[in-house]
């Protein structure tokens, strides 16, 4: 196929980065003119996918619809030994059992994100899991405690006095061998991953191939506003949350970072955003209406334009009115036995687990006909006709 010219290119994949390095690399490989390799390692290590882990998927298609090949590494292996990127401690280590949970949890919903086409997916297990010890103190000895030091987590862990392990020393070196392997020609990432897509550059060298280019996106906050997305955190949109609650968490964001949603969550090109919140600024544009437009953008990427104005309107019955919404899924009890609520909205979708639903019913975000739940087993009669409601924006409606 034809490719578009290298400063279009460049135009389209450099908008919203963070870095790139070296900063003439990308111009260099473009200007080979032929399909780059593009990799980008994902650890499942979460059973959904966010808003903010989008970022970087958004990326990799660009690469795609220019006519790159998207190498997406799923690592099986690498999610056991834990990424100590941005931890201020040792983190724990997953099992095989937890990862592949986690792996069937999450890779449908990515490859949703890309095109099939121009993607290959390769599990980190292939090469990581069949290295000898041998294998092992070869990959360590291309590195020095000095280098690896140079982190600054594991600096900041130091000067406190706080436990590093020697297995996560190893994170990066495995992370290097993933470009090995692939021989990617370019590796995307978060800012948090900068240190381990330099590590690959150097590994990649030792090894005789070209280092690879590096480019990291930035880490987009929070809905509250001040920490990055994060899943363990519950600041978190899915992108798999139906429209109303996606438009719903989206307006619960503060001002203050609108921008940063309408490149990062929304798609905007950074000049476009930032005529937006320099208009917010002076007072020529309201702010909740600011906010709804970028509510609507970020449904609408997701589930369309039609589902983004249902959705809107969804919110207005439930905010404006303090109403219900007329329509909300139902759920069937098929016995008149006790309820175990926190079994039920697990199986009903309304939370991620069971321990979320009983950390809710004890911080009164779950009511009954608008009544605080207070006990965690409820009889079915008292449940049957009634609508449960999960935070502010999560309805079911229980049926005898």
């Known amino acids: 196929m034809g490719f578009l010219p290298v400063e279009e290119q ?8 963070d870095t790139l390095l070296p900063e003439d690399g990308l111009r260099e490989l473009l200007e080979l003119n032929r399909p ?31 006519g790159h090949v998207a190498v997406l590494i799923v690592g099986d292996f690498t999610a056991q030994v834990g990424d100590p990127s941005g931890k201020n401690e040792t983190r724990r280590r997953l099992d095989a059992t937890e990862v592949d949970g986690y792996v069937s949890n999450t890779i449908d919903t990515i ?23 041998g294998d092992v103190l070869e990959l360590t000895s291309r590195f020095t405690i000095a280098r690896i030091m140079d982190r600054d987590d594991f600096t900041k862990r130091w000067d406190q006095h706080e436990p590093i392990s020697l297995i996560e020393f190893m994170y990066p070196l495995l992370q290097a061998m993933d470009s090995v392997a692939v021989e990617a020609d370019i590796e995307i990432g978060g800012t948090d991953q900068l240190f ?3 590590v690959g550059r150097d590994l990649q060298q030792h090894h005789g191939q070209p280092p690879q280019v590096v480019m990291t996106v930035p880490l987009l906050v929070g809905t509250d506003g001040v920490k990055k997305m994060s899943q363990s955190l519950g600041n978190y949109v899915s992108v798999k949350d139906d429209p109303a609650e996606m438009f719903g968490k989206t307006m619960s964001i503060p001002d203050d970072v609108m921008e940063q949603w309408f490149v990062l969550a929304a798609g905007y090109n950074e000049i476009l955003a930032a005529e937006i919140a320099a208009e917010v600024a002076a007072g020529e544009r309201h702010p909740g209406e600011t906010k709804r437009l970028l509510a609507r953008e970020v449904v609408s990427l997701y589930w369309g334009t039609d589902a983004a104005q249902e959705a809107e309107a969804a ?28 079994a039920l909205l697990e199986s009903a979708g309304m939370v991620g687990s069971r321990s979320e639903a009983r950390r809710l019913i004890q911080q009164g975000a779950v009511k009954l006909d608008g009544a605080k739940v207070g006990d965690e087993t409820l009889g079915a ?10 935070g502010k924006r999560r309805f079911l409606r229980v049926e005898p």
């Not at 460049?10 to 980065?17: E, S, Y």
């Not at 207005?316 to 006790?338: M, N, Q, R, W, Y």
């Open 196 to 198: 381990n897509l330099l």
């Open 111 to 133: 490859r949703e994100l890309l095109s099939v086409e121009r993607l290959e997916v390769r599990p980190n297990s292939d090469w990581l899991g069949s290295m000898d010890m």
């Open 315 to 342: 919110f207005d019955v439930v905010f404006k009115a303090k109403g219900t919404p007329d329509e909300i899924p139902s759920v069937t009890l098929e016995s008149t036995d006790d309820v175990y609520l926190p």
């Open 10 to 17: 460049i135009a389209i994949l450099t908008d919203g980065i």
């Open 381 to 390: 009669t008292a449940l049957a006709g009634r609508v449960i409601q999960v």
């Open 36 to 66: 780059l390799r593009v990799k980008l390692g994902v650890d499942p290590t979460a059973p959904d996918v966010t808003l903010g882990w989008a970022v970087v998927f958004r990326l990799l298609r660009r690469f795609q619809d220019l």
